[in-house]
């Protein structure tokens, strides 16, 4: 089926090349980080972590939201699901890709990254974030391109397709669940240190990942033949809209805890990300700006007739995926590091080539995405009109 | 007998898939053995032996800032630890800040001046529970028979996620090759490479050769070190005829770095009491 992607418009190979040209300048600027070390970042001896940990984490949770077409589908059998669960599914599949490239990015030395390997160290949450992922990874891969051969054959899949896909459900969750645990497990980091962390990244990540999904189906929608389907977008949307509240809800409840309390060390950062502390103040601006956005996004979702206007759904899906993508891919691993453990306010700001090689990460996302998709579409256009049941 | 690609892919497919899961399979099974941990390198005989190393820093010992100044060069120049002048790439093993820095929390605003701004030794705190040790997937960092919370720097992988969790700041990263950086290379004693973690290791390299560590050695007595699992050892004494404070003991870290404070005191007034 791959050769679908090797035939397409001019606009499609432009859009392809654009997306190697992002990747080359990405690769370069590596090239560039691998020789010189991470020193060209803006990370430090006190903010450790920071662009490229911060969109593995966001990324990790697009990547498990492919849950929220896998259960209404495959569960409770939800018809309308049947052509856009595929899309879902290669989104995981390109998502974490990315993860995985952000890992490596991030690494000091990652010609050694077969170490997890060959010297599995089960106390270590990172070695059984390695593990969910690459599994995670695999039965995306699996199972998409098992039901979507099928379709284009006009068959049921294989009978040993469905237990992968119910094995599917409880590990999205733990990809995010262990994801979590890599930061709500260290004593010492207060911003860190709470037991909600799992909840509020699944909910943050129902809400972005199918939001970006929205994006993603209009978008299709709009270029294809294919229809991913009017009522299931709508659908879709209602998930979002419960999801992005039980987010804020979970992100209320820690704001709450740390400002009732007054603890210093449970206060700190949400100072420091909201209003500056000791005078620093760089995400000050953008954390407001992602609640502002937030806001917005809540309002445009929660009233029926605003977001049954698909334009303005797509708005409030724009809104509501920037939003998450400072909260979760920036604010909360810096909010972990400042102040540092000596009480101390070290700021950190990505450098210009750490934009680069982030750009040039998405790139490459966005490349297997659009291949993917591509496929799926041109399966999909040629089946139009049979009706699928799997 | 005759194949058609159809069975061919089959076949292939499946032994690959096999194969694969052989390989993974033989990967899990091997015993631990396999792998040669670098705890379980030998040891010397000179080695001063302990079941966990710790450390007294006696802050009333510390007067000037040469005090100070001797015990951090004395590593620093032997450990070929570099110098950047730059924060935000520094690489320390021992270092100093102020009360209010090194025991968060735990200042007040009428404390003696000469408390507020006294300098605190500070360096790795070889944790009996260390959660660097917990964290790190890869085992680089780990956990020696005598206390001495280690690091492979060939295994390292550079994740940095021992620096995410050890409440101390105790580590550092190499962000940058360190070597030009070195003011006067010292060849006993490896530098190291970009790209990975490092920190003070209590001088397990001349604990092996029967010597102190080199901070010790350089403190004129203000530091001391020993076995504080051996009741009868010069550091117990100290800790039961003294009060000492760690830092962060409240995390369940067990640190093994103690210190004694220069406590300044006066007579209370209204002394006619019955107190």
């Known amino acids: 089926m791959l050769e679908k992607a090797l035939v397409g418009s001019k606009r499609y190979w432009t859009w392809i090349f654009f997306l190697l040209a992002v990747v080359g300048i990405g690769f370069i600027t590596y090239l560039q980080q691998f020789k010189m070390g991470l020193g060209i970042t803006g990370l430090s001896r006190d903010v450790s972590w920071g662009l490229y940990i911060g969109q593995f984490t966001f990324l990790v949770g697009v990547a498990a939201s492919a849950v929220m077409l896998v259960i209404p589908y495959y569960l409770h059998d939800f018809k309308k699901f049947s052509k856009i669960v595929i899309l879902g599914e290669f989104l995981a599949v390109s998502a974490v890709t990315m993860c995985i490239l952000f890992i490596f990015v991030d690494m000091g030395q990652p010609m050694r990254i077969m170490n997890v390997v060959l010297h599995p160290t089960p106390n270590s949450i990172m070695f059984w974030d390695s593990v969910v992922l690459g599994g995670y990874l695999g039965l995306n891969i699996i199972i998409g391109w098992a039901t979507l051969h099928a379709d284009k054959k006009g068959v049921k899949p294989a009978a040993w397709v469905k237990p992968l896909i119910y094995l599917s459900i409880p590990w999205a969750v733990s990809i995010h669940t262990v994801t979590a645990f890599l930061y709500a497990g260290l004593p010492g980091r207060h911003f860190w240190l709470s037991a909600i962390m799992a909840a509020r990244f699944l909910a943050s990540a129902f809400a972005g990942g199918p939001a970006l999904l929205i994006i993603l189906a209009l978008i299709v929608r709009k270029f294809t033949k294919f229809d991913p389907g009017k009522e299931a977008i709508q659908a879709i949307s209602k998930i979002v809209t419960y999801a992005m509240i039980a987010n804020v809800f979970f992100l209320v409840l820690e704001i709450f805890t740390a400002a009732y309390s007054t603890i210093p060390g449970h206060t700190h950062p949400f100072k420091y990300l909201y209003f500056g502390l000791e005078g620093h103040a760089r995400l000050v601006p953008l954390m407001w700006t992602s609640s502002i956005l937030a806001i917005v996004s809540l309002v445009l979702l929660i009233f029926p007739a605003i977001r049954r206007n698909e334009s303005m759904l797509a708005l409030a899906c724009i809104a509501l995926f920037v939003s998450l993508w400072i909260d979760k891919g920036f604010g909360l691993i810096i909010g972990g590091f400042v102040p540092n453990m000596f009480e101390k306010v070290t700021e950190y700001w990505p450098t210009a080539p750490e934009a680069l090689i982030t750009i040039g990460v998405w790139g490459v996302g966005f490349l297997v995405l659009t291949i993917l998709y591509k496929v799926a579409v041109s399966v999909r256009e040629e089946t139009a009109g049979v009706e699928l049941e799997h | ?275």
């Open chain 2, 1 to 275: 007998m005759s194949m058609d690609r159809r069975q061919f892919l089959k076949i292939a497919g499946s032994s690959t898939f096999l194969a694969t899961i052989g390989i993974g399979a033989g990967w899990i099974l091997s015993k631990p053995g396999d792998f040669l941990e670098a705890s379980q390198f030998s040891q010397t005989k000179e080695l001063l032996n302990a079941k966990q190393w710790a450390m007294v820093v006696d802050t009333r010992k510390f007067k000037t800032e040469e005090d100070y100044k001797k015990v951090v060069d004395a590593c620093h120049r032997i450990h070929n630890v570099p110098n950047f002048d730059n924060p935000k790439d520094e690489v320390k093993w021992i270092w100093t800040d102020t009360y209010k820095h090194a025991f968060p929390g735990q200042e007040n605003e009428f404390m003696p001046e000469q408390m507020k701004h006294k300098p605190f030794v500070l360096l790795c705190n070889h944790c009996e529970n260390p959660p660097c040790v917990r964290v790190c997937p890869t085992k680089a960092t780990f956990k020696r028979k005598d206390g001495i919370t280690m690091q492979d720097l060939h295994r390292c992988i550079g994740c940095r996620y021992c620096m995410a969790a050890c409440p101390f700041g105790a580590r550092s990263f190499n962000y940058r090759d360190p070597r030009p950086f070195i003011k006067e290379p010292n060849p006993e004693y490896p530098s190291r490479m970009i790209g990975v973690v490092e920190k003070c290791t209590f001088c397990e390299e001349r604990l092996a050769k029967g010597q102190m560590p080199a901070c010790v050695e350089a403190s004129n007595g203000a530091l001391v070190f020993g076995d504080i699992a051996d009741p009868k050892s010069e550091i117990r004494k100290i800790l039961e005829t003294n009060y000492t404070i760690r830092r962060k003991a409240e995390l369940g870290t067990r640190p093994s770095v103690y210190y004694i404070l220069e406590i300044p005191t006066s007579d209370i007034s209204g002394g006619d009491s019955n107190a």
